[in-house]
């Protein structure tokens, strides 16, 4: 998904930018923001590793699915509170004021794009309400216990309505990045 391609590109080139340091120095704002997008980072990676853990080494019971939906879905509405923050907008929004309105060869490109991922993914996570985000990582994990078992039954209708639940959800939340109205009610 888009989101995910922006996600991975701005922790990409915050991770990995030699630049940092003079922006940094430049405009103390930016500094904070780039230390509040890494905690994220990490925030998101704790939650890749508990994704993996669901699908590799997670007993297969609808308790522990259960379980680890609740899980998923509490540090989902953790990390998208972080993001969507007032404080990540106004060190955005200063950051930008005040490194893009320099002269274009003060400021370094690896700068400029992370500014730029940063305002793409902040301006579609606020259209998400973190109830619509919960749902989905807690759908996420229903939906892959409800596979495997219907899997080993051999008996996709047993699926079907999940995955239907699964796309429903799915284009909710696309319709809330766009910007429709009424996207995050269920």
Not at 3 to 32: D, F, M, Q, R
Not at 134 to 142: E, G, M, P, Q, V
Not at 151 to 179: H, K, Y
């Amino acid at each position: 998904s888009t989101t995910t391609v922006t996600n991975e590109e701005t922790e990409e080139a915050i991770l990995g930018a030699s630049s940092l340091v003079s922006s940094e120095e430049k405009c103390p704002s930016y500094k904070e923001l780039v230390e509040k997008l890494r905690n994220l980072t990490q925030l998101r990676r704790v939650q890749a590793v508990v994704n993996y853990d669901q699908l590799v080494f997670m007993p297969q019971s609808d308790r522990a699915a259960a379980e680890r939906g609740a899980q998923l879905s509490a540090l989902a509405g953790l990390i998208h509170e972080k993001a969507t923050s007032s404080e990540i907008a106004s060190l955005l929004k200063t950051s930008e004021e005040q490194l893009l309105s320099q002269a274009s060869e003060d400021v370094d490109d690896e700068t400029k794009r992370i500014l730029e991922l940063t305002r793409i993914d902040l301006d579609k996570k606020q259209r998400i309400s973190p109830e619509l985000e919960a749902k989905r990582a807690s759908l996420s994990s229903s939906a892959y216990a409800a596979w495997v078992k219907a899997r080993q039954a051999d008996d996709f209708s047993a699926f079907e309505p999940v995955l239907r639940d699964c796309f429903d959800t799915a284009m909710q939340a696309a319709r809330a990045m766009q910007g429709e109205e009424d996207a995050n009610k269920s």
